[in-house]
């Protein structure tokens, strides 16, 4: 899946408690809003797969996944994003 980009939303969990699988699209977009970035979209075996990705604002590390199959919500999953630690080289001249 790609996480390349995503959009910062408040994932309470009134919201996300308000979520049932078989949801569509639209009404899982009404409880959660528009803020989403659409993280893969394709067509398999006939049907359009739809993978939507919300960033949590409060816990920036913190996305979860919404996977769509014909506009119907079958699962969703919450992810960490990887953090990456810079390294310095320091050189010294001899």
Do not use: H, P
């Amino acid at each position: 899946m790609t996480t390349a980009c995503f959009s910062v939303v408040n994932m309470t969990s009134q919201n996300m408690n308000k979520l049932e699988l078989g949801m569509s699209k639209e009404q899982v977009t009404d409880i959660l809003g528009s803020n989403y970035t659409i993280a893969e979209k394709k067509m398999e075996n006939g049907v359009l797969v739809e993978v939507l990705s919300y960033r949590d604002s409060y816990n920036n590390d913190e996305f979860y996944m919404f996977l769509f199959k014909n506009n119907t919500l079958e699962k969703w999953n919450r992810e960490l994003a990887l953090k990456q630690e810079v390294v310095k080289e320091v050189v010294k001249d001899k």
